[in-house]
Nanobody, 115 residues
């Protein structure tokens, strides 16, 4: 069993930065593809960024050039560095781990971008 715990969310002004962390406990190894998703009120959950076990990354068009996903397998932690934040980035951000048929989700952390 794998547990994912996100941290680092909060209130930030437009143009500001936040770094989210996702700490995994249990038998999570570097073979999992990790991802960050977000869900804003009244909207569907959307994929923000992914990183494979080999370090390949992918991003939603809306965050390209502003967000960076990274992982530290030794610490079982995945990060999402978010720069140049916009009000439309406001959402609950959740961490996801996938390998084959296995899927794990964190509880999510709120990010609010507002002046």
């Amino acid at each position: 069993q794998v547990q994912l715990v996100e941290s680092g969310g909060g209130l930030v002004q437009p143009g500001g930065s936040l770094r989210l962390s996702c700490a995994a406990s249990g038998r999570l190894t570097g073979t999992y593809t990790m991802g960050w998703y977000r869900q804003a009120p009244g909207k569907q959950r959307e994929l923000v960024a992914t990183i494979t076990s080999g370090g390949s990354t992918g991003y939603a068009d809306s965050v390209k050039g502003r967000f960076t996903i990274s992982r530290d397998n030794a610490k079982n932690t995945v990060y999402l560095q978010m720069n140049s934040l916009k009000p439309e980035d406001t959402a609950v951000y959740s961490c996801h781990a996938n390998r084959a048929w296995l899927n794990y989700w964190g509880q999510g952390t709120q990010v609010t971008v507002s002046s």
